[in-house]
């Protein structure tokens, strides 16, 4: 069965660049949602779109912007970039079943972002 | 989101029961209790979920007590690839609350062979 596909696997920028993930999620999924994980730490919620409108806001720095298009794919920007941003960065996707409720999450193997 | 307590690590032999446990005493009417787990190197995976009543499935099953202000989840047997970072999460799931999960500590089982 098809997975959460992130872009790319891994990625290694300097300080103040800007970086773009990519996140597709499952076929027919119309929410999506981002986790940051820093070295050693759980895993804490960025941002969610629900068919392609910010849906919940988390703890996303204001450097940070994410959209959801039309083909229900994502991309977290992520601009000015921080040592403190190296981390795994997770998407996850899930299907909203017509009562409202969010069903379960599932989630990408992760893109590893350096910042050097 | 309401919070929840878990031991921070838990040790069991391969091929018999895990029980991890999870006190989430200011839970609201609304809240489901989720569990995920995060395998070395992956993504967090979705193990199972509950309202009120005990739930089983092929991966795992939750046995919810009665003033739900506790759950635990239940491995019934478990093997080396059990071995993660288990997550017990409550999500208010009424329509109006947040979508995100809010990951705690977690309980680092480990499973020895």
């Known amino acids: 069965a098809a997975g959460v596909i992130q872009s790319p696997r891994h990625l290694i920028k300097e300080k103040r660049e800007t970086a773009t993930l990519k996140c597709y999620p499952i076929?027919?999924?119309?929410?999506v949602y981002w986790y940051q994980q820093g070295p050693g730490q759980d895993p804490q919620f960025l941002i969610s779109f629900y068919e392609k409108m910010q849906s919940d806001k988390g703890s996303i720095p204001d450097r940070f912007s994410a959209q959801q298009f039309s083909d229900y794919h994502s991309e977290l920007n992520m601009s000015s970039l921080e040592l403190g941003d190296s981390a795994l960065y997770f998407c996850a996707s899930s299907l909203r079943v017509r009562t409202g409720l969010n069903t379960e999450a599932f989630f990408g193997q992760g893109t590893r972002l350096t910042v050097v | 989101d309401a919070k929840t307590t878990q031991p921070n690590s838990m040790e069991s032999n391969e091929e018999e029961p895990v029980h991890l446990p999870c006190n989430h005493s200011t839970i609201s009417g609304t809240d489901y209790i989720h569990w995920y787990r995060q395998l070395p190197s992956q993504g967090p995976e979705y193990v199972i979920h509950g309202l009120t009543s005990n739930v089983n499935n092929r991966m795992a099953s939750l046995a919810i007590a009665e003033d739900r202000k506790s759950s635990t989840l239940i491995l019934h047997r478990a093997t080396l690839r059990d071995a993660a970072v288990y997550y017990c999460?409550?999500?208010?799931?009424?329509?109006?609350?947040?979508?995100?999960?809010?990951f705690g500590k977690g309980t680092h089982l480990i499973i020895q062979p």
């Open positions: 999460i409550l999500r208010d799931e009424s329509g109006g609350g947040a979508d995100g999960l809010t």
């Open positions: 076929p027919r999924h119309d929410t």
